[in-house]
């Protein structure tokens, strides 16, 4: 599955190979319609992923510790509103450059994306026979604000704040719409048929790689790895906003993942849809079984963070394709994440790479396993495809990010000092507690 | 009675009479058992605090997130109760049968003389103050 590209700068709609199996059923309602419903999936999607910018900013502040949940809560805000700036600026055109390649199949156009005029009529819009470019505009920047906020859960809790949103405007205006362009903007990897149907690749192991990135060049939190290389846990401050965040975010998802169909014109789409609302509901439920089970039978105890990330990891395994999976292949792919993020959480604490929530099993191998995984039901894809995207995109991300991360480092900074982080950021870098009434975490 | 009570004692008898301090650490959960314990035997105040600590129970191991780590220090309620001598060893029991489930880290119970014990609203000292 493609996603319609349209070309702000000019107005003129692009049609992309792909996006014409969408629409082969005939459509037996009026264009005005198709138009309507469109348009009406992007906004209801836009705004579920949207949402679950809050899903990640409670998920962030519950695993983080309560001296900085202020510094957390702040980048969440921050990194969204910077996020959707970039991407007016900069991103969407990159992303989506129609006929306008500056280096075609690698590279878009720039400019900054346009709406179309105030009443617009039938004649006169941009795309008649599919949706309105602000429909698509508004849905297609929260998922950029969603790779940024991937980031942010890595790196809590000792990277600077501005260092921290200087990477998010660049990873925001330049990292996400170039590597997106190539597949969703109809460049080099939509052209071998590489199938990533709401992005397990293109939106989370993006952000898991910046993440990951980030979290080695940054080091581990002081205390996180003690003098035998032993893990220290540091627990979150507030399990009930991890929780809240969790399920906000499965909330968001059944937009992503629905309103990744991108069209609600026919009888199929709509139908289509629903079953990718069922199918992306059941991999959540897959995957925070699977981790309940695991954690029981490992540990002893049920760890409720794995079961919180393994939910997540679950809906980022079916993200890749939602559409294609049975309800039971659907259960079983979500089910797979949940394991994998209770395997590779230890795993990382093993190699010294400090995750504060998690994000890097989630998002980035979750989100490769959910890639791989599209060729079990999905005939269209080919397995050696989507391995050669998922490195392409990979080794892209990794050596753009640690460049970023690498020039921040050494022209500002991006890590606090010592006493800065034991005190928490909150009091040190923005002299506000979240919890003001109560004793320091 | 009152009179003939006090009229047979000197002050300096009066004064003579031990106040003890019962100090009892317990598992949280048993608190509100010892506390009807006590109330039923005529106790009619006790100072509760949260605390951490360790005995013969020594601490035990968690994992969180796949890392193991230790719980050195293991949650209880610390009771001070402050009785006249006569009274002492009876809360001490009652402490004892209220507290005990007969597994490790159920507690211990320290008994100490009180020096002075003084009622703020009336200046009462000793016994009278409890």
Same mark, same amino acid.
């Given at each position: 599955?493609?996603?319609m590209?349209?070309?702000?700068?000019?107005?003129?709609?692009?049609?992309?190979?792909?996006?014409?199996?969408?629409?082969? @059923? %005939?459509?037996?309602?009026?264009?005005?319609?198709?138009?309507?419903?469109?348009?009406?999936?992007?906004?209801?999607?836009?705004?579920?992923?949207?949402?679950?910018?809050?899903?990640?900013a409670?998920?962030? @502040?519950?695993?983080?510790?309560?001296? /900085?949940?202020?510094? &957390?809560?702040t980048?969440?805000?921050a990194?969204?509103?910077?996020?959707?700036?970039?991407?007016?600026?900069?991103?969407? !055109?990159?992303?989506?450059?129609?006929d306008?390649?500056?280096? %075609?199949?690698?590279?878009?156009?720039?400019g900054?994306?346009?709406?179309? *005029?105030?009443? !617009?009529?039938?004649?006169?819009? =941009?795309?008649?026979?599919?949706?309105?470019?602000?429909? =698509?505009?508004?849905?297609?920047?929260?998922?950029?604000?969603?790779?940024a906020? +991937?980031?942010?859960?890595?790196?809590? $809790?000792?990277?600077?704040?501005?260092?921290?949103?200087?990477?998010?405007? +660049?990873?925001?205006?330049l990292?996400?719409p170039?590597?997106a362009?190539?597949?969703?903007?109809? #460049?080099?990897?939509?052209?071998i #048929?590489?199938?990533?149907?709401a992005?397990?690749?293109?939106?989370?192991?993006?952000?898991?790689?910046?993440?990951?990135?980030?979290?080695?060049?940054?080091? *581990?939190?002081?205390?996180?790895?003690?003098?035998?290389?032993?893990?220290? %846990?540091?627990?979150?401050?507030?399990? @009930?906003?991890?929780?809240?965040?969790?399920?906000?975010l499965?909330l968001?998802?059944f937009?992503? /993942?629905?309103?990744?169909?991108?069209?609600?014109?026919?009888?199929?789409?709509?139908?289509?849809?629903?079953r990718?609302?069922?199918?992306?509901?059941?991999?959540?439920?897959?995957?925070?079984?699977?981790?309940?089970?695991?954690?029981?039978v490992?540990?002893?105890?049920?760890?409720?963070?794995m079961?919180? /990330?393994?939910?997540?990891?679950?809906?980022?395994?079916?993200?890749?394709?939602?559409?294609?999976?049975?309800?039971?292949?659907?259960?079983l792919?979500?089910?797979?994440?949940?394991?994998?993020?209770?395997?590779?959480?230890p795993?990382?604490?093993?190699?010294? +790479? =400090?995750?504060?929530?998690?994000?890097?099993?989630?998002?980035?191998?979750a989100?490769?396993?959910?890639?791989?995984?599209?060729?079990?039901?999905?005939?269209?894809?080919?397995?050696?495809? &989507?391995?050669?995207s998922?490195?392409?995109?990979?080794?892209f !991300?990794?050596?753009?990010?640690?460049?970023?991360?690498?020039?921040?480092?050494?022209?500002?900074?991006?890590? !606090?000092?010592?006493?800065? $982080?034991?005190?928490?950021?909150?009091?040190?870098?923005?002299?506000?507690?979240?919890?003001?009434?109560?004793?320091?975490? | 009675?009152?009179?003939v009570?006090?009229?047979?004692?000197?002050?300096?008898?009066?004064?003579?009479?031990?106040?003890?301090?019962?100090?009892?650490?317990i598992?949280?959960?048993?608190?509100? $058992?010892?506390?009807? @314990?006590?109330?039923d035997? #005529?106790?009619?105040?006790?100072?509760?605090?949260?605390?951490?600590?360790?005995?013969?129970?020594?601490?035990?191991?968690?994992?969180?997130?796949?890392?193991?780590?230790?719980?050195?220090?293991?949650?209880?309620?610390?009771?001070?109760?402050?009785?006249?001598?006569?009274?002492?060893? &009876?809360?001490?029991?009652?402490?004892t049968?209220?507290?005990?489930? #007969?597994?490790?880290?159920?507690?211990?119970i320290?008994?100490?003389?009180?020096?002075?014990?003084?009622r703020?609203?009336?200046?009462?000292?000793?016994?009278?103050?409890?």
């Amino acid at each position: 599955m493609i996603r319609m590209t349209k070309l702000g700068l000019t107005g003129a709609l692009m049609l992309v190979p792909g996006l014409a199996a969408a629409q082969d @059923a %005939p459509t037996a309602v009026p264009t005005d319609s198709v138009f309507i419903f469109n348009t009406l999936l992007f906004l209801i999607g836009g705004f579920l992923v949207f949402w679950m910018a809050a899903g990640f900013a409670m998920l962030e @502040a519950g695993l983080v510790r309560a001296k /900085n949940v202020t510094m &957390q809560l702040t980048k969440n805000i921050a990194l969204f509103s910077i996020a959707a700036i970039m991407y007016y600026i900069i991103g969407y !055109v990159l992303m989506y450059p129609g006929d306008g390649w500056m280096m %075609p199949s690698w590279l878009g156009a720039l400019g900054v994306a346009v709406l179309e *005029p105030v009443g !617009v009529t039938a004649a006169n819009a =941009d795309a008649y026979d599919y949706a309105s470019t602000g429909s =698509d505009y508004f849905f297609q920047l929260m998922f950029v604000a969603t790779t940024a906020s +991937i980031v942010s859960g890595t790196v809590a $809790e000792r990277i600077k704040l501005w260092p921290f949103l200087i990477f998010v405007a +660049i990873l925001a205006a330049l990292i996400y719409p170039i590597q997106a362009s190539w597949s969703w903007g109809g #460049g080099y990897l939509s052209e071998i #048929g590489f199938s990533d149907f709401a992005g397990s690749t293109i939106v989370h192991s993006v952000g898991g790689w910046a993440a990951l990135t980030g979290a080695l060049i940054l080091g *581990p939190r002081i205390g996180k790895y003690n003098k035998d290389g032993k893990t220290v %846990p540091i627990p979150g401050s507030n399990l @009930a906003l991890a929780t809240l965040g969790t399920f906000i975010l499965w909330l968001g998802w059944f937009g992503f /993942n629905g309103a990744s169909q991108l069209a609600m014109g026919s009888i199929g789409d709509a139908a289509d849809i629903s079953r990718i609302f069922a199918n992306t509901n059941t991999a959540a439920a897959g995957g925070a079984v699977a981790a309940l089970i695991l954690s029981q039978v490992l540990y002893k105890k049920p760890d409720l963070t794995m079961v919180l /990330n393994g939910a997540l990891a679950g809906l980022v395994s079916i993200t890749a394709e939602p559409l294609t999976p049975s309800l039971g292949a659907a259960t079983l792919i979500g089910a797979v994440g949940g394991v994998i993020v209770v395997f590779a959480v230890p795993m990382l604490d093993k190699l010294k +790479i =400090d995750d504060v929530v998690g994000a890097i099993p989630v998002h980035l191998i979750a989100g490769i396993w959910g890639t791989l995984a599209v060729p079990l039901t999905n005939d269209g894809a080919s397995f050696g495809t &989507q391995l050669i995207s998922i490195l392409i995109v990979g080794v892209f !991300v990794v050596v753009t990010s640690a460049v970023v991360w690498m020039i921040l480092k050494a022209v500002m900074g991006i890590r !606090v000092d010592e006493e800065t $982080e034991i005190n928490g950021l909150d009091m040190a870098e923005l002299g506000m507690e979240a919890y003001p009434e109560f004793a320091k975490g | 009675m009152l009179q003939v009570q006090t009229g047979g004692l000197s002050a300096a008898d009066h004064k003579g009479i031990k106040v003890k301090l019962v100090i009892a650490t317990i598992k949280p959960f048993k608190l509100e $058992e010892v506390r009807e @314990a006590l109330t039923d035997i #005529g106790v009619r105040g006790m100072m509760v605090t949260e605390i951490k600590g360790f005995g013969a129970q020594s601490g035990h191991t968690e994992i969180y997130r796949g890392a193991e780590y230790a719980v050195n220090f293991v949650p209880k309620i610390k009771l001070e109760v402050a009785v006249n001598d006569a009274m002492a060893d &009876q809360v001490a029991e009652a402490i004892t049968a209220a507290a005990k489930t #007969g597994k490790i880290g159920d507690g211990k119970i320290f008994v100490l003389d009180l020096a002075q014990a003084m009622r703020v609203r009336t200046g009462e000292t000793g016994e009278d103050a409890l």
